[in-house]
Nanobody
Framework: QVQLVESGGGLVQAGGSLRLSCAASGSIFSFNVMRWYRQAPGKQRELVAGLTRGGNENYADSVKGRFTITRDNAKNTVYLQMNSLKPEDTAVYYC?????????????WGQGTQVTVSS
């Protein structure tokens, strides 16, 4: 059973930076893709950034150029560096990992970490 634990959230002023961490209980190299999602109050959960095992990255248009997803295989941790934060980035941020073994796909989620950006 894979466990994901996010950390690094908090309160920051607009224009500031935060780095979120997602520590996995297993080797992240076994994950086909790891993603960060966020959910603001009253809104649907949305994809923020993704990183495949092969190193391909993708970002939501709203965060391109400001957020960067990286990983440290030795620490089994994925990071989300968030710069130039805006009040609209306020949300609970969730880490997600997908493992595909043949036809079987397993989806894992962390508990979330709150990010609040004040204007």
């Amino acid at each position: 059973q894979v466990q994901l634990v996010e950390s690094g959230g908090g309160l920051v002023q607009a224009g500031g930076s935060l780095r979120l961490s997602c520590a996995a209980s297993g080797s992240i190299f076994s994950f086909n893709v790891m993603r960060w999602y966020r959910q603001a109050p009253g809104k649907q959960r949305e994809l923020v950034a993704g990183l495949t095992r092969g190193g391909n990255e993708n970002y939501a248009d709203s965060v391109k150029g400001r957020f960067t997803i990286t990983r440290d295989n030795a620490k089994n941790t994925v990071y989300l560096q968030m710069n130039s934060l805006k009040p609209e980035d306020t949300a609970v941020y969730y880490c997600n990992a997908v493992v595909a073994t043949g036809p079987e796909v397993s989806d894992y989620w962390g508990q979330g970490t709150q990010v609040t950006v004040s204007s």
